[in-house]
């Protein structure tokens, strides 16, 4: 039995104190690859960010809104797990300044600075024990397997699940499974619950073992 920790979700950064930039993820992915886990008999951690639903029962929960905040929640959590599954989509910029009080309409155009959030993945699996591993996710709209590719090997994954926009907000999922030679283990589509126990398998499979 492994110890996996699965950041899901979106997060928030806040532009001032009630508005804030974000994405449609919905934690669905994160959900079913939780419950996939617990029927392999593994222990779940899931450091989520806002979302509308419930983790499934067995899966430990930590929640949080900022990238910030899920990074430091998940950088405690890593060392004590065997592996990491960063199927969240933490929002990619955040405001160089948040303003102290909510900003007025002025009738003209708003200019936001905006500075790139900290990539949790990269972070965490650049840190990870040679008996740690990390999986992570890659949404692209173009070049798909390149981009992939290039990220698995940026952020030190040993495996990357390619999917695309369709994905955020469904109950469905496309996806290509990546090993870090750039082939394609496996394609899994349908509903999130079935792709990700075929997800899970080739964790299960090259990964874990037993």
Not at 156 to 169: H, K, Q, Y
Request: glycine fraction near 8%; aromatic fraction near 4%.
């Amino acid at each position: 039995m492994a110890k996996i920790l699965i950041t899901s979700g979106p997060t928030r950064q806040f532009l001032d104190p009630v508005r804030y930039l974000t994405n449609a993820s919905s934690g669905r992915m994160g959900s079913a690859l939780a419950a996939a886990a617990l029927e392999l008999g593994h222990e779940v951690l899931v450091v989520s960010g806002p979302v509308s639903l419930e983790y499934p029962p067995g899966a430990q929960v930590v929640s949080v809104v900022t990238t910030d905040e899920m990074l430091a929640a998940a950088e405690q959590e890593f060392p004590a797990c065997e592996g990491l599954i960063g199927v969240a989509a933490p929002c990619d910029y955040q405001p160089l300044k948040v303003a102290e009080e909510k900003i007025a309409k002025t009738g003209g155009p708003l200019a936001l600075h905006l500075v790139e959030t900290p990539d949790i993945v990269a972070t965490l699996a650049s840190k990870k024990r040679a008996d740690q591993w990390a999986v992570g996710f890659a949404l692209e709209t173009q070049d798909h397997r390149f981009r992939a590719l290039a990220k698995l090997e940026r952020k030190s994954c040993d495996l990357m699940i390619l999917n695309g926009p369709a994905a955020m907000n469904a109950d469905q999922n496309d996806v290509e499974i990546i090993d870090p030679t750039g082939a394609v283990l496996e394609a899994a589509a349908g509903k999130k619950q079935d792709v990700a126990r075929r997800i899970m398998a080739m964790i299960q499979k090259r990964l874990i073992g037993g």
